[in-house]
């Protein structure tokens, strides 16, 4: 069993740039797909990004596609969010969350989520 821990979140302008880290326990991280999700207050959990467990295969949500790009480091047992030109509508709590499948309906269902991290943009 994976268990994902998130870090990185915070408050910064809009504009700015924000990296986020999923670290995951366990020796079958490495072998797991990530994804990312969002939650804004009062709105439903939107997917934002996924990789698949070798990294060669990445989606993106519509909103953060051309902004954001998830990455890994096997060797850490860790996977990134670099979030860039960060606009107000990004302030979410972000949950990483792995899973067997890379499909958003598996990560839902299936996946083993983080606690979550605060990222606020402020305008």
């Known amino acids: 069993q994976v268990q994902p821990v998130e870090s990185g979140g915070g408050l910064v302008q809009a504009g700015d740039s924000l990296r986020l880290s999923c670290a995951g326990s366990g020796r079958t991280f490495s072998t797991y797909a990530v994804g990312w999700f969002r939650q804004a207050p009062g709105k439903e959990r939107e997917f934002v990004a996924a990789i698949s467990w070798s990294g060669g295969s990445t989606y993106y949500g519509k909103s953060v596609e051309g902004r954001f790009t998830i990455s890994r480091d096997t060797a850490k047992n860790t996977v990134y969010l670099q979030m860039n030109s960060l606009k107000p509508e990004d302030t979410a709590v972000y949950y990483c969350?792995?899973?067997?499948?890379?499909?958003?309906?598996?990560?839902?269902?299936?996946?083993?989520w983080g606690q979550g991290t605060q990222v606020t943009v402020s305008s």
């Open positions: 969350v792995a899973c067997a499948r890379i499909e958003v309906r598996q990560f839902i269902d299936f996946g083993s």
